[in-house]
Nanobody, 114 residues
């Protein structure tokens, strides 16, 4: 499975960005796609995930501000990030996993200025 992420950028605090991640290749009918984020030298942390059935979950730090959604027809997930804070600044990574495999895409930088 190949993952292609896009949509990062620079935004002022309180602003919004939308990240996109398209998956291609051997995609299992039952899978999860989502986002993690990672500062240099730190562990990657969970942000949000959505199942192939449409169930979503979020990290406490982003609940109420971020919304994950998907378009199953083209295996694309979106992360709508509203009310962004400077502490959301980092590199965001898309991921895919099923019962057998776990893949990460390339990161996309999100920078929130105060």
């Amino acid at each position: 499975v190949q993952l292609q992420a896009s949509g990062g950028g620079l935004v002022q605090a309180g602003g919004s960005l939308r990240l996109s991640c398209g998956a291609s290749g051997s995609i299992d009918s039952v899978h999860v796609m989502g986002w993690g984020r990672q500062d240099p030298g730190k562990q990657r942390e969970f942000v949000a995930a959505i199942t192939s059935g449409g169930s979503a979950r979020y990290a406490d730090a982003v609940k109420g501000r971020f919304t994950i959604s998907r378009v199953s027809a083209n295996n694309t997930v979106y992360l709508q990030m509203n009310n962004l804070r400077p502490e959301d600044t980092t590199v965001y990574y898309c991921n895919y996993y099923d019962s057998t495999y776990h893949y990460w895409g390339q990161g996309t930088q999100v920078t929130v200025s105060s």
